[in-house]
């Protein structure tokens, strides 16, 4: 069982910067890889990024390619999402997933285990 806890979600003008955090509670966190999701209001939920947390491969959605990224601490069993250049139509809840293989995925039905997801507002 895997426990994921999101931080540092926030209000942010349109230009701006966040670091959102993704804590995993797993001893084995290196088995696992691990997915950013987000849903804006009244949209399905929709893939952002992967990692391997074993290889550190990475894998983006191209409207966040060269503005997002997405890093892991091993010691700390952490996966960080470094999002820079916000626009207002990257508001959404973000999501932080994990699924028991060293292979990402963009598909959400291949992650088991979900954060509760934190908040990211974007203002114009």
């Known amino acids: 069982q895997v426990q994921l806890v999101e931080s540092g979600g926030g209000l942010v003008q349109a230009g701006g910067s966040l670091r959102l955090s993704c804590a995993a509670s797993?001893?084995?966190?290196?088995?696992?890889?691990m997915g950013w999701f987000r849903q804006a209001p009244g949209k399905e939920r929709e893939f952002v990024a992967a990692?391997?947390?074993?290889?550190?491969?990475?894998y983006y959605t191209d409207s966040v390619k060269g503005r997002f990224s997405i890093s892991r601490d091993n010691a700390k069993n952490t996966v960080y999402l470094q999002m820079n250049s916000l626009k207002p139509e990257d508001t959404a809840v973000y999501y932080c997933?994990?699924?028991?293989?060293?292979?990402?995925?963009?598909?959400?039905?291949?992650?088991?285990?979900w954060g509760q997801g934190t908040q990211v507002t974007v203002s114009s």
């Open positions: 997933a994990a699924r028991r293989t060293y292979y990402p995925s963009l598909n959400e039905y291949d992650y088991a285990y």
């Open positions: 797993a001893r084995t966190a290196s088995m696992y890889a």
């Open positions: 990692i391997s947390w074993s290889t550190g491969s990475t």
